[in-house]
């Protein structure tokens, strides 16, 4: 049964909402949106009723009604007769379908311009709240072709496999041999994705209290998970660069760094049960972990009994052609996640796990509480795209390259006030904000025709208020368009520093 919101409820979650500066029907609306847009109220939530949620929050029913009815046409809210409305999110055109110039797009079918079913994002909405590329069409369709003639070999076993397809965990060991870090195949564990490969390690290492240690920002859906199993996140910040040792040489602004002292200051004093790092192309951050700091990393949560996830998911992006080792080189004691959602397509839900035997029979036992393994056919298809993982990376890295120096030039040319540095991988540029002002954007960003991501969604507490992630999986006219609609939206802002406030007071800051 879908959720529903009493009015008790939803007014504690709207908080201080009216500031008296727009009206307040527009006030109301903009922060149920904003907690639509943050997750704080699930989508597909029925709303109170008008006549109750207006005693509750003891104003008109009129304010209450064309509330309701600005959330309606923004698509923010259903329009059924007679019915409670129930959150939405307006439907987007799929990255996936503009994104990048990708060859085998169109032998999937998919033209530029098309919507797939299913997945969010406009009627005339850029997204940039996901950072996520479409598949590289050609080559997955193939993978699949051939697991389709793989398939009947298979049949008549049972299919239920906790560990994975053999032949995909062996592909997977390989990769990480020819890498520098002997692996055999029951070092793997095949599982549905990233995120699916952390609720795993999660579930066998961290209980309820356990202190896990995260970097602060990070991915805010690796925070959900940590919050969501009862563990307490501890967060560790970044540095600027030059505080590390590792300035920038091109003379930019001063890059976010790793903060050695304070990582291992905090597994020293606070123990943690876990640690969950991104060294590779840090989501949002696109910072790259030197290899001395790797090696401190290991040493330190070794020493703290600390077991260190480190997720890979993003190692393949790599703009630059930086080059460091796995930290899995530094130390067995690793447990290293690894995913084809970036480097093929997010669609294909597959991803592994890498450790230990020992701690490879751990995760498969805790598995088998939340599935029961992984569907063949995408298994069949995944290690045919492993034996080959790099065929599809030089036209996505070329095209990335170019839309991240697009975006930069954008931003500095129409957003001069916004500090970007110039992320070595991934998919995103986190940009400092000249006020804080993130969650006011984002709240605003949909009547400029663009949707954000707030800076808190990517850290604990209400922190990064001043930042903002902005993907450039777009090509660059796309980025164009959406960079003068960030442009426009500042603007409203700076002309309203009254609005500013009362977005920036909406309640939905925190995810913890
Ligand atoms: C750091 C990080 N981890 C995990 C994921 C989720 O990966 P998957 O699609 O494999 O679950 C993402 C996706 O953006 C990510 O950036």
Redesign the pocket.
Same mark, same amino acid.
């Given at each position: 049964m879908s959720p529903s919101l009493n009015p008790s409820a939803l007014a504690r979650l709207l908080g201080e909402w009216n500031l008296g500066v727009e009206p307040a029907y527009r006030e109301l609306a903009d922060v149920v949106r904003l907690l639509v847009l943050d997750g704080r109220v699930a989508l597909d939530t029925a709303l109170p009723s008008e006549r109750t949620l207006s005693e509750s929050l003891g104003v008109s029913r009129t304010t209450v009604t064309a509330a309701y009815r600005h959330l309606r046409e923004q698509g923010f809210l259903s329009s059924g007769q007679g019915s409670r409305g129930r959150t939405r999110i307006p439907r987007l055109t799929p990255l996936g379908t503009t994104v990048l110039s990708d060859p085998g797009l169109t032998t999937t079918g998919r033209t530029p311009g098309a919507t797939s079913p299913g997945l969010a994002a406009p009627e005339g909405l850029i997204d940039l709240a996901y950072?996520?590329l479409p598949a590289s069409g050609e080559v997955v369709h193939r993978a699949f072709a051939a697991a389709l003639t793989e398939l009947p070999a298979l049949l008549p076993g049972f299919g239920y496999d906790a560990m994975g397809l053999l032949p995909l965990r062996e592909a997977v060991a390989a990769r990480y041999a020819a890498a520098g870090v002997p692996t055999t195949a029951e070092q793997i564990l095949v599982t549905s994705?990233?995120?699916?490969? #952390?609720n795993i390690i999660i579930r066998a290492v961290a209980g309820r209290q356990d202190r896990v240690l995260v970097e602060h920002p990070s991915?805010p859906?690796?925070l959900d998970a940590i919050r969501a199993a009862g563990c307490r996140a501890i967060p560790v910040a970044f540095t600027a660069a030059h505080d590390a040792g590792t300035d920038r040489a091109d003379g930019g602004p001063p890059a976010l760094a790793w903060d050695m002292h304070a990582l291992q200051a905090t597994m020293t004093q606070q123990r943690p049960t876990m640690a969950y790092v991104?060294p590779d192309f840090?989501?949002p951050t696109g910072q790259l972990m030197p290899d001395v700091q790797r090696r401190q990393l290991v040493r330190a949560a070794a020493a703290a009994g600390t077991v260190l996830v480190v997720?890979e998911? #993003?190692r393949e992006l790599n703009l630059d052609g930086a080059e460091t080792s796995p930290v899995a080189a530094f130390s067995p004691a690793v447990v290293t996640?690894g995913?084809?959602?970036?480097s093929h397509w997010?669609g294909l839900?597959t991803?592994w796990i890498r450790a230990s035997e020992t701690m490879i029979q751990r995760f498969a036992a805790a598995r088998t509480s939340l599935d029961l393994g992984g569907p063949v056919m995408e298994q069949l298809a995944a290690a045919h795209l492993v034996r080959a993982l790099d065929e599809p990376l030089p036209a996505r890295l070329s095209a990335l390259r170019d839309n991240r120096a697009a975006l930069l030039e954008l931003l500095a040319g129409h957003l001069p006030g916004w500090e970007t540095g110039r992320p070595a991988g991934g998919l995103s540029v986190w940009c400092r904000l000249p006020a804080p002002v993130s969650t006011a954007l984002t709240v605003i960003a949909p009547d400029f025709g663009i949707r954000l991501a707030a800076g808190p969604r990517f850290g604990i507490g209400g922190a990064f208020e001043r930042y903002l992630r902005v993907p450039f999986t777009l090509p660059p006219e796309q980025l164009e368009t959406a960079v003068l609609a960030l442009r426009s939206a500042q603007d409203r802002l700076d002309a309203a520093p009254q609005l500013r406030r009362t977005l920036k007071n909406a309640p939905a800051l925190a995810i913890a």
């Open positions: 950072a996520s994705g990233a995120q699916h490969a #952390l991915y859906n690796a991104v840090h989501n997720d998911t #993003l996640i995913s084809l959602s970036k997010g839900r991803g």
